[in-house]
């Protein structure tokens, strides 16, 4: 097949990819490299260098950064921009006006045959998007579900105020961006059928991906009283999922096993309360070189969250390494394990703290479940397998029942 252009828009840098976000937009990318010219516009955070030796130059045929600005400043403006176009908040912090002027020119430079937007936010660019070329909207959850799932969570009126003004918005924002791109890929299938019922016209599951190679199992040295918990604190569902952990089920476990440890890898900021009768049994490890062989000693892998969308990249990154996990039903949603036997389920503290408890008395049952998670991850999850199908997306000339491109309304009123 003939290879395309396409320009890949994306939301943050991809690389390094520390984070979810990164890690899916990378392993998308990389994918579609191999059929096609990707040509990459990035927003670059203040933490982020695009540095011209890069790998991301090992799969881009160009690579152009956009500073997202930040500050006090920008956030009242993003604000204001917000209010007056009666725009979720997020998508005026994105796209601003240096990405948009950047975005005219990539595509006058590029003359992309797709232009791939890896975030919602991102649909803010398509009034610019000329209506010959298609459009593929990478969304990484639903986000207004996920603005929904956070609301219910708030205390303070002031927030609640906020997000309900958010809420509102996202919701006929992402209903019209799901309407007036060619296609949309999902993380799940859950996620494909809400945004169906959006009025999507084209939704494909493409869940979140990972190289089995490089995850290889290892149970040669397995502790079974050693927990371990992947994933920054910067995505709030994580952080309220290990607070609900800290406070809620950890205190039974101690008493029952005084040998149990958590090790908590990943972004550390925002910080997590440890209470002191905890902290000799608590690890925050942070960031670390390379996550494996803690994932590896740990005998049981911990996804303790109550609120989500799309699939967590920690639970495939886990059946990959053969891990036996406990997690609450919406903590391993959207990821095909079945219970008992890929995967222990629990949504309780009791049922959690148990489920944990009965494990490290079985240490054969953690072996085994283990290698029925990464039996899982090597016939679904594995990057190469879903590369195939996102080239098959990619080259359809035509779309059954979706509307050509210039029937679209590309601007968003």
Known sequence: MTRKKILFVSARLPFPALEGHQIRALGVLKQLAKFADVHLLSIVREDEVLKADSELYKYCASVTGVALPSGMLANVMAGLTAIKKNQPLVVTKYVTRALRTAFKEELEI???????LDLLPLAGLLDLVPNNVDTFLNEHNVEAELIEQKQ???????????YARELKALRVFESWACQNVTAVLACSNDDKITIEGMGAGQVYCIPNGVDTVALQPDHSNIDVNKLVFLGGMGWYPNKLGVEWFIESVMPILVVKNPKIRLDLIGNPSPEVAVPDALKPYIHKLGFVDDFKPHVRQAGIMIVPLHVGSGTRLKVVEGASLGKCMVSTHKGAQGVDLESNEDVMYAD?????????????????SIINMGNHARQVAVEIYDWNAIGDK?????HQPAMKGQRKNGDKKRKYV
């Not at 590029?110 to 791939?116: A, G, L, N, R």
């Not at 503290?349 to 054969?364: S, V, Y």
């Open 110 to 116: 590029v003359k992309p045959d797709i232009v791939h």
């Open 152 to 162: 219910a969570t708030l205390t303070s009126f002031s927030s609640k105020f906020i």
């Open 348 to 364: 309780t503290p009791g049922e959690f703290a148990q489920a944990i408890l009965d494990l490290q008395n079985d240490k054969d």
């Open 390 to 394: 996102l080239e098959l997306i990619y």
